[in-house]
């Protein structure tokens, strides 16, 4: 897999080409670096500064796609006028568009009741927390790693019997979702639907975690200049991704680089 600053003058060429330039970017992991508390993260201000630089050029256009909760991220990356995916897309708002995955939202009773047996059985579980996102669940237990096991087991329990919600894995992570035919890809797909970039222009999804996976696919079929970049330390060969990074510092670096060979 080649290292994405390397791709940096085929894609400065290809957007001179078109004309149009497309960043879809995940937050944690990406924009932010991995914290042991949601609450925490927060974009390097050596990135924000080089992504506003680009958001200040010309057919520069910018869609934050993550698991956290709309309003979350929304307040985290506060990046003006772009359209925001939550909750892994099922929640989407900005740039002309407003929508929330109805059996998703249907789903909010059963995750508050699930939430409330999870949290309870978590209480003798030092370092394990639960994130209420809303049409979502997070128990992350980056604190006591020691105790994955018993926490995947705790929340395996809470979901057993409920057809309608799922466990997915991150990195020390679980999460409870509504089971939905939604996902990252789907979201990108949907939000490149509505921006309709020009053919051939480049479309870049930015992530670190499995859920990214979904959008790398996703682009592969969608255009030959779409394309992922996985952000890891030592990239997967079986990433979807087309490209790496290796760390949120060189995402800013990316943006960076971007910029000055359109300057």
């Known amino acids: 897999m080649e290292h994405a600053l390397e791709r940096v003058g085929t894609w400065a060429e290809g957007w001179r080409r078109t004309g149009s330039l497309v960043l879809l970017l995940d937050f944690d992991g990406t924009l932010a670096p991995i914290v042991d508390r949601p609450e925490m993260a927060e974009m390097p201000p050596r ?116 057809a309608a919600l799922r466990v997915t894995e991150g990195k020390m992570v679980l999460e409870v979702r509504p089971r939905v035919e939604w996902d990252k890809g789907r979201a990108v797909l949907f939000l490149l639907d509505h921006l309709r970039p020009p053919a051939d222009a480049p479309v870049l999804y930015l992530g670190d975690d499995r859920t990214d996976e979904d959008a790398f696919r996703a682009l592969r079929g969608w255009d030959p200049a779409a394309e992922g970049v996985l952000v890891a330390e030592q990239p997967s060969a079986e990433s979807a991704a087309a490209s790496y990074l290796r760390d949120p510092a060189e995402v800013g670096a990316l943006f960076e680089a971007l910029a000055d060979a359109a300057r």
């Open 47 to 162: 990135t924000r500064h080089a992504l506003e630089r680009l958001m200040a050029m010309d057919a520069v256009t910018v869609a934050v796609v993550s698991g956290r909760g709309l309003a979350d991220v929304r307040e985290r990356a506060a990046l003006a006028g772009i359209a925001y995916a939550g909750n892994h897309g099922m929640e989407i708002e900005g740039a002309g568009l407003e929508r929330i995955h109805p059996e998703a939202a249907a789903a909010r009773p059963l995750l508050r009741e699930v939430a409330a047996r999870i949290e309870a059985d978590l209480e003798g579980l030092d370092g394990a927390f639960l994130e209420d996102k809303g049409l979502t669940l997070s128990i992350h237990y980056r604190l006591a790693p020691e105790r994955a096991e018993e926490v995947r087991e705790t929340v395996l329990e809470a979901v057993d019997g409920h």
